[in-house]
């Protein structure tokens, strides 16, 4: 950079900033005394001389001391100083011209002061940027800079850390300082009197290849003093943080709990995950948690999350292409609301939605599929969605497999073969047999004498599974409507939303039965290789479940494990079978461990607990973010989607939601 000398030149100097130190109006003239970083009118040279002058080191507050001397020797290290003038006329001058020059576009420079290094250990890397003073406000932890490298490639990183720094060789931590800053009610704080240092974290290297913008590892380091600005592009910010162009819209990138903005229309970054076979399988399919506190909104985010899934179609192993079908669990009977428009979404924000290609508005095909209990009923009264009631019949157990269906508490290893064993014999005699059918049968004497003599089935242990088979819910199996297992087209249609609400069952345990039967029944005919029920079979399926730690818990007894074991299966066979699962809960920590690996998309939302925080295992600089963020803000954390993002979700619910 040349000095051309002249004040009002627009090539001069891209250093505008630098009247934040100290110049102001008052460098419109070189008869101007330099002033020092508090304005207090005294010459910098003669401060300095005096500062050093001082064997004592007197006066080290802040007022003078060192201040042109020192920025006087920078300038003419990096060559901008005339050699023949002294350090405080040289300098005053060049901050005179640089102050009435073209500003520069950016927040400040790459500083090389504590050192410059990239490393492929990021404990190792030293990335620090010079913030101007008039840019401080602006930035914060997370902002996205762009630092380019001299030939066209552009290091997209983030700021991780912001500090201030001791500028000069006075110290402000004096008793005269102190005093002459609460004379004047704390206002005496001077901006260019401190560094004001940016912690940078390379994400990647942003390049052109065949006129599309492409990222690789930040493998470079750039040059020192290289203009750092903030990121504005939607293209190079996607590319950069590995965003898909299309895919389910999730919400809109934000730092802090602000959108980030662009120069775009609309200028906001979407945020969005990978729905197509190109790099892989479709990530609904590699399975999604939702996790957040009471009041964080996660019901809310779930329905506008699962409302972009009811318009997907997949491809299948035969080549066809299916609609997506979703089954959900709601424990609160809110998911049926899905059904009706949101009075609350006026034109103007539909438009926008459009614009955006979110889906939005009520899904016509939503279907409420009641389960029967006796001497309860469903009221329903809270969505215009068409509503189905179904029982459990007893020969389920059989037909699917779930001996654990009927075992009303724990049983032992012992007790559990015992159960399998007595179910084996009944069936045979009773083949679609009811559950009151199954008492009779286990209250046979007779049976029990002979299994006993066999060495079949202790008798002690013959009267505990009678009793645990008697404390299942009497009111659950054999109701008068339609068996589950009749309504499998009902159940999951292609493009149809089906919920299956639960809070009006008499007890948890009952809750636990419809829920798990009916998943079960899912699960086992999208695993098997003889399915029976085609539909399910064919159709590309997500399978919701709120509250979804009440289910998939880790517990010590056999049932529990069997349950485990069958959804570990489930979550592992998904991506080749289909079927996607969408967890939902408050609770995170509470998931086995087995299903909970297998999830890849996870969006955080408002969680309080530091055992939550902990278990859904995402990165730290974020997880410390999570119990401060306002309802509706998440942090996404899919790896293989993109890097780990704060997202703010839509204000407002695409279908009904609430009152």
Known sequence: MTDSGDPNDSSG????????????DDAGSESTPATNGNGEGEAAADADAATAADASGADRDGTGGGTAADAADGAGRSGTADADDDGAGGFTRYAMEAADGRAAEGVGTVSVAQGLRVAEDGDETCLRAFVTADNRDAVRIGTYLLVPYPDGETLFSRITALEYAQEFRTDDATELTARRRMREGGDGFTEADYKFVAELDPTAVLFSQGGELKRRMADRVP??????????????????????DDGVFLGHLSVGGEKVRT???????????????????????????????????????????????????????????????????DPQDEYAQMHDDNDALNAETARRLDREGVAHGGHDDTVALVP???????????????????????????EYDMPWLVAGASLNENQFPALAQLLRRFFRNYDDGTYEEFLSFLDDPALKEELHESGRVHEA???????????????????????????????????????????????????????????????????????????????????????????LAEADNVQARKVISTF????????????????????????????????????????GDDDAIS????????????????????????????????VTGLPVCVTRHGD
């Open 13 to 24: 100097p891209e250093l505008g900033d630098f009247e934040a130190f100290g110049a102001g």
């Open 223 to 244: 040059k020192p003093g290289a203009l750092v600005r903030q990121a504005t592009d939607a293209d190079q910010i996607k590319t950069g943080l590995a965003i898909p």
């Open 263 to 329: 120069a775009a229309e609309p200028p906001t970054v979407d945020y969005r995950l990978k729905d197509d076979y190109d790099a892989g399988d479709p990530l609904v399919f590699r399975h999604t948690l939702v996790a957040g506190g009471t009041g964080s909104g996660k019901t809310h985010a779930s329905k506008n999350v699962l409302r972009q899934y009811l318009d997907r179609t997949y491809e299948m192993d035969d080549g066809r292409d299916a609609r997506a079908g979703v089954v959900l669990f």
């Open 372 to 398: 029967k209990e006796a001497g309860v009923s469903y009221p329903g009264s809270g969505h215009r969605a068409e509503q189905v009631e179904f029982t459990i019949p007893f020969s389920i157990v059989d």
């Open 461 to 551: 242990t013959y009267d505990a599974v009678k009793r645990r088979v008697r404390g299942v819910p009497s009111g659950v199996f054999d109701q008068d409507a339609k068996p589950i297992t009749e309504l499998d087209t009902t159940l999951v249609r292609p493009g149809g939303l089906t919920v299956v609400p639960t809070y009006h069952l008499s007890s948890s345990r009952a809750k636990e039965m419809f829920v798990l039967a009916v998943s079960t029944m899912l699960v086992d005919d999208k695993l098997s290789n003889d399915p029976t029920s085609r539909r399910v079979d064919e159709t590309p399926l997500l399978l919701g479940m709120d509250e979804a730690h009440n289910f």
């Open 568 to 607: 570990t299966e489930a979550a592992k066979q998904g991506r080749k079978e289909r079927l996607g699962l969408f967890l939902v809960t408050q609770d995170p920590q509470d998931i086995a461990d087995p299903v909970f690996k297998q999830v890849n998309t996870r969006l955080v939302l408002n969680l």
């Open 615 to 646: 278990s859904v295992n995402i990165p730290p600089a974020l997880s410390e973010k999570v119990p401060y963020m306002e309802k509706g803000q998440m942090v996404v954390y899919s790896p293989d989607n993109s890097e780990p993002v704060e």
